[in-house]
């Protein structure tokens, strides 16, 4: 079992930033990791991913304007992001992809 805990999130003007940090409780060093969001009333969709040789890929809505990157030192994952946009605002979670474990998700807001 992989214990996640998120952090970073908050309220931020349209065109700001923020870095999303998530914790994992053992070792991620093998492991692909990823960023999901979830907008009121919407699925949850995938933002970025990351694989264990730090191959990345990216939702086309933030492409150019979110990061991905990992510490596999610390167990570590971000997400900077930039450029913010009221349509970046959802709940931000984070997931262990290899094992399939979620954490309990972190708010964004964007106001316009």
């Known amino acids: 079992q992989v214990r996640l805990v998120e952090s970073g999130g908050g309220l931020v003007q349209a065109g700001g930033s923020l870095r999303l940090s998530c914790a994992a409780s053992?070792?991620?060093?093998?492991?692909?990791m990823a960023w999901y969001r979830q907008a009121p009333g919407k699925q949850r969709e995938l933002v970025a991913r990351i694989t264990s040789e730090s191959s990345t890929n990216y939702a086309d809505s933030v492409k150019g304007r979110f990061t991905i990157s990992r510490d596999n030192a610390k167990n570590m994952v971000y997400l900077q992001m930039n450029s913010l946009k009221a349509e970046d605002t959802a709940v931000y979670y984070c997931k262990h992809d290899t094992l399939g474990y979620w954490g309990q998700g972190t708010q964004v807001t964007v106001s316009s």
């Open positions: 053992r070792s991620i060093f093998l492991n692909t």
